[in-house]
């Protein structure tokens, strides 16, 4: 009932940049935690940041000082500014967000991913 599209994904040289985008749509009452997390090919998936509703929000100790997460209510979207990127920083990206569908009606809805290749 809750669709989410990505976008932002691509190749990057060592040091650069990419934004990543994730925008909502379908039956939604509201939305309360959005957020992003990678898998790295052979690793389990990790939380890269999260932001509440409110707009606290929670990082990776491997991406603080050069990852930023925001997000748009009005737009239901959340991004992912991703700045001093690294080799590491390599993997799948995938959005997450959770929410209610109705008053009493919860739902947690993750996106297709979007790739993420940092090489030179």
């Known amino acids: 009932q809750v669709q989410l599209v990505e976008s932002g994904g691509g190749l990057v040289q060592p040091g650069g940049s990419l934004r990543l985008s994730c925008a909502a749509s379908?039956?939604?009452?509201?939305?309360?935690?959005m957020g992003w997390y990678r898998q790295a090919p052979g690793k389990q998936r990790e939380l890269v940041a999260a932001i509440t509703k409110r707009g606290t929000t929670n990082y990776a100790d491997s991406v603080k000082g050069r990852f930023t997460i925001s997000r748009d209510n009005a737009k239901n979207t959340v991004y992912l500014q991703m700045n001093s990127l690294k080799p590491e920083d390599t993997a799948v990206y995938y959005c997450?967000?959770?929410?209610?569908?109705?008053?009493?009606?919860?739902?947690?809805?993750w996106g297709q991913g979007t790739q993420v290749t940092v090489s030179s």
């Open positions: 997450n967000v959770n929410g209610y569908v109705s008053m009493t009606s919860r739902f947690d809805s």
């Open positions: 379908g039956s939604i009452f509201s939305i309360s935690a």
